[in-house]
């Protein structure tokens, strides 16, 4: 059984930075296509950033661009998100997903797994 298990977020000032992590256990990492989403109060899930890891491409949302960086690690099974330069607008619950293939997609319908969520909140 696939589990993800999300860590890393907090409180911080607005232009601060956070490190989001996700650790993937149960299947093969190489595998997979893995996702961050967040969803703000009253708002739709949205995709932030996402990495295959097949192919090593890396994909990010146009409002992050610049500012936020995924990475990931095969040995630990790990993905992070690094956030920098952080705005009052990213806060929100920050999601890591999974897929079954190597292709990363924008749309939250398409992921088989998910994580919990993990806050993330910007003050000024």
């Known amino acids: 059984q696939v589990q993800l298990v999300e860590s890393g977020g907090g409180l911080v000032q607005a232009g601060g930075s956070l490190r989001l992590s996700c650790v993937l256990s149960g299947r093969s990492f190489s595998s997979y296509a893995m996702g961050w989403f967040r969803q703000a109060p009253g708002k739709e899930r949205e995709f932030v950033a996402g990495i295959s890891w097949g192919v090593g491409s890396r994909y990010y949302a146009d409002s992050v661009k610049g500012r936020f960086t995924i990475s990931g690690d095969n040995a630990k099974n790990t993905v992070s998100l690094q956030m920098n330069s952080l705005k009052l607008e990213d806060t929100a619950v920050y999601y890591c997903?999974?897929?079954?293939?190597?292709?990363?997609?924008?749309?939250?319908?398409?992921?088989?797994?998910w994580g919990q969520g993990t806050q993330v909140t910007v003050s000024s």
């Open positions: 997903a999974a897929r079954n293939t190597g292709v990363v997609f924008t749309t939250a319908e398409r992921y088989d797994y």
